[in-house]
Structure formats: C-alpha cells, structure tokens
C-alpha cells in the first residue's frame, strides 16, 4: 500500500512540474568563462582598485577591480557568467557570444568569445584598433554604431533622406591622417548616396584620447576636402560624461572627419603601411610633399607603448627636401621571429628640428620560405644536373639581389 501511495506521490508531482512548465525543471544557468591577465594604459600597469566592466551583448555582466598579486602588478580576475534563460535581460554569457570590455576614459580594442567553462589570459590595454560597420542608413530615427563598451561610437540620422548602404570606419587610439593635433578616434563615413544629402552626425572620444593640451570644450568636427580641413561646427557638446560626444548637423559631404579644438595641422605624409614578407617585415611610407622635410627615424617596439628602439642607424634623408613632389619610401626589417607582432612608429623631423610621430602600426611576421631557390622554376631543378648551370643559377641570384637593392627610395636594412 506505501509503494503504491509513493508511486502516485511521484507522479503527481512529476504532473505538477509539467503544469508549471520548463521552470520547475530548468538547472542553474553552468560554470562561467574564467578570465584573467594585465590591464595597461598608455604603456604603464594600473593602480590597485581600478575597475573593469565585462560585457556581453553590449550589457555590462559583471565588473572586477585590479589587484596585485604577489610581485605581479596590475592584475586582474573574474568569472564572467554564464546568462540565465529563466530571467528576461541579459546575466551572461552564451556560447559563441563576445566578452568586451570597458574602463572609464579609456577604449579597449580587446575580445575574447564567451566559453562555458573555458580558463582564459587575455591582457588590456589601449592600443590602437579598428571598428568597421556596414548598414543601410535612412529615415528620420538614429543609427548608432556602439563602442566595446555598450557606450554609442557614432550616431549618424539621415534627416529623412536615404543614405543607402554606407560604410563606415573608426580607427581608435591612434593619430589621424593629415590631422596631428586631433584627437586619437578618427571617423571615415561613406555612404552610397551622397550627394544632396544633409545628415546630423554626433562624435564619441574618450578624455584619454585628447593630445595634451587640448581641450574637449572647444572642440569641433573637421571634413577634409581633399585638399585641406572644412570646419564643421559643434552644435552640441557633451565633455561632462566620459566618452564625450560633439554633434554637428547639415552634414552634406562625407569620407573623412576629426575632432580638433583647433583646425588640425596638415602634414606631408600619406600613408604608413606595414607587409610581411618571407622572414621578414617591409614597412613603407609615402609623402604628399617635402617642403620642409628633412629627414625620418623608424622605431620599433614588441608592444603597443614600447619602449621603442630606433632601427636606422642614420637619419633616413627626405628624397626631395624643399620640393612640393612626394616620395615612396621602403625599410625591410629582417630581424624578426615568425608569428611575433611588432609595432612601428615613424618619426618626421622637419628643418626646423620639430618631430612629428605616426602610428604605431602592427604587422604580424610571417614564416620564411624553406626552399627560396623554388622562385626561379625550372633553373632550381635543372642546376644539380649540369654543372654550367649552378654557375648560371649563382651569378643570376647576384644579379637580381643587386637589382633588388638598387632603388633610390629603398632604405633597407642589411
């Protein structure tokens, strides 16, 4: 008689549990993604108790302090949780989504993909990076693009016209083309129809982002026209709340935009781009004219703040010094291990003496080829068979690295 009465104890209860639904069977959400590692800003290690947001799906999900730990110096722990499906919002983390991270004043490029379970280093800091985003823009509501850390990076309102498809790009902690004094977010906005067009577009920069001296008060926004800055100015200004925002309305041409409280400086270099190579890493830079330029120093560094160690032993010379021409300008760093990062800065010193820093830019180097004779083709197969031909295949080597070698706008380095 008890088994039976157990029996249906159970099964009620069982039916109990169907009535209330998936709830009353539903486990604890599971094991967080564990995370730890340094938190560096402007190339120094935090104090103790600076705090870290971790976020998920733009929420911040829980927020850990910095602590030092033994001898280590700027450390930080957390578990960041797994999101409970039980309860509206977001608590946590799912499979596949994205861990970002926010610190007040500053912008952390950093990522890491939310694991169930998984034990994790990744290290922060404010390093340079880029978003980029593509969306269809129109109608009279906002369009923002959010920053890591749940913060707006840029809203952008069509004013009830259709911009199409539009592209965007912001580059974030490092120094804008053509613009040395603006602030280290940078803007590229190209939309499919621009032309006609008169859009309202509001700016997001964080404080550690204004070169010193510089305020956010008098800041304004800067188009470049091709040729030189047109002044866009502030119809709104936020410098209360940390990032700061700056709106400017009747926008009717597009591409690239700064932040500036005064009109940015343009100067003479075009582009600064680094490209594996075989064993080794080709940095190139190109001007737009040489006025005034002397000359340039290339340093190198295996972390984003350095220290730095400069790679030209001499003063690189400007190819047309006091020419409004430009020039194209090369240095091969050989000196480099397969799949380390390393970050370049360059160094343009005027003839007055006054230096101006680009970058730094990061390039990855890539692994050397095992075989470089596979270059030539047939000559590689044919030389152990005759030997006239290693002769040949030996001089033809000389010849095209003397070849290599002979460009009066490459500095490489032996």
């Known amino acids: 008689m008890k088994k039976r009465l157990g029996l249906w104890i159970g099964f009620l209860g069982l039916l109990a549990m169907l009535a209330l639904g998936e709830k009353a069977l539903a486990g604890p959400p599971g094991l967080p ?23 998920t799906q733009g929420v911040n999900v829980i927020t850990t302090t910095v602590l030092t730990a033994g001898s280590d110096a700027g450390l930080y722990s957390v578990g960041v949780p797994a999101d409970d499906p039980d309860r509206p919002g977001v608590q946590g983390g799912v499979n596949g989504t994205l861990i970002e991270f926010g610190i007040s004043g500053y912008e952390i490029g950093q990522t890491v993909t939310w694991t169930q379970g998984q034990v994790l280093r990744r290290d922060l800091h404010n390093g340079p990076f880029t978003y980029t985003f593509v969306d269809t823009i129109n109608g009279e509501s906002d369009s923002v693009f959010p920053a890591h850390d749940g913060n707006p990076g840029l809203i952008i309102n069509a004013n009830g016209v259709d911009l199409g498809a539009t592209s965007l790009q912001i580059n974030a902690n490092q120094e804008c083309v053509n613009a040395q004094n603006a602030v280290h977010r940078c803007f590229q906005i190209n939309p499919t129809n621009a032309a006609g067009r008169n859009a309202t577009v509001t700016f997001f920069f964080y404080s550690s982002q204004i070169p010193v001296g510089h305020s956010c008060e008098a800041m304004n926004a800067y188009h470049w026209n091709g040729s030189s800055w047109q002044l866009l100015a502030a119809e709104l200004r936020d410098c ?19 932040l500036a409280d005064t009109i940015p400086a343009a100067v003479t270099l075009l582009t600064f781009l680094g ?59 050989t000196d480099v291990i397969p799949a380390n990062a390393y970050y370049y800065r360059l160094e343009a010193i005027d003839i007055h003496g006054v230096s101006t820093f680009y970058g730094p830019i990061s390039v990855t180097a890539t692994d050397p080829a095992a075989v470089t004779l596979l270059d030539f083709g047939s000559f590689s197969g044919l030389t152990p068979l005759v030997p006239g031909l290693i002769l040949l295949s030996g001089v033809l080597l000389l010849l095209f690295a003397r070849w290599k070698g002979n460009c009066l706008n490459c500095h490489r380095k032996v």
């Open 240 to 258: 209360e709340h940390d990032p700061h925002s700056l709106r400017v309305s009747d926008v009717t041409d597009f591409s690239q935009f700064v």
């Open 33 to 55: 993604h564990w995370l730890w590692g340094t938190v560096t800003l402007d190339g120094l290690l935090v104090d103790d108790g600076t705090p870290v947001q971790m976020l």
């Open 275 to 333: 490209i594996p190579e075989e064993g080794a890493i080709s940095i190139t830079w190109e001007t737009a004219t040489e006025l005034d330029n002397l000359g340039f120093n290339l340093y190198r560094s295996e972390i984003p703040f350095g220290p730095w160690g400069q790679l030209n032993p001499e003063l690189i010379p400007a190819q047309y010094p006091g020419s409004i021409l430009g020039a194209v300008y090369e240095w091969l760093d």
